[in-house]
């Protein structure tokens, strides 16, 4: 007899668990951007749907991926940082994922922006949060603007400023005032998505 599955639906047609694939895909089917996994028990479902998805969504399978394409002895006592945009400008989310384990430690979002905003307000995300807690561990990103922008502590957007991008632009000038008013030995590197496949913070939305 075929054990019973409950599936989580954090994003579709009515977010919630349901305890068969048919119901599952009546909400998720050419729903852009649906977000759900199945679990063995109801009490694994109803934990998963008081989280985020991100922390249950591909997470093992995709940190063997990059498990295995990265050099040796690389050090994985790292955070690795990355943002999604539907639609550019459009709602943009960031986070950040603790390599070693694949645990996600922050998401933002969404909020209306631009990728390579959400790319910059993610490193300076980590390193506030790194120099809050005492922590200190290299940051990947796999975005070349974001990385100097930080270093220049400006956010070289084009965006415009609206109504509809006050809330980032307001997230913008709080960043760079972090970078401007604190000092960071943090090592900010370039994560090598040719060689080494997609960063682990990535949403998984190609």
């Not at 502590?153 to 008013?181: D, G, Q, S, Y």
Request: aromatic residues 12%; glycine residues 6%; contains cysteine.
């Amino acid at each position: 007899m075929a054990k019973n599955k409950y599936y989580v639906v954090w994003k579709g047609v009515s977010p919630g668990i349901y305890d068969s694939w048919t119901d599952c895909q009546l909400q998720i089917k050419g729903y852009e951007g649906a977000q759900y996994k199945s679990f063995s028990t109801r009490e694994e479902a109803e934990e998963a749907m008081a989280h985020t998805p991100f922390e249950y969504i591909n997470r093992s399978s995709k940190k063997e991926s990059y498990d295995k394409r990265l050099p040796d002895n690389f050090d994985m006592n790292t955070l690795a940082v990355d943002a999604a945009c539907s639609g550019n400008p459009g709602p943009m989310e960031y986070r950040g994922v603790y390599l070693l384990t694949g645990q996600q430690i922050f998401h933002f979002g969404p909020i209306f922006g631009t990728n390579n905003i959400g790319e910059f307000l993610a490193i300076v995300h980590a390193l506030a949060l790194m120099k809050q807690r005492g922590v200190e561990m290299t940051i990947y990103s796999d975005s070349r603007n974001a990385i100097s922008w930080v270093k220049q502590k400006k956010c070289k957007t084009k965006l415009e400023r609206n109504k509809k991008t006050e809330e980032v632009f307001n997230m913008i000038e709080r960043a760079e005032k972090w970078l401007k008013e604190n000092r960071y030995s943090t090592k900010i590197m370039k994560w090598e998505t040719e060689l080494w496949g997609e960063v682990p913070a990535d949403f998984g939305r190609k």
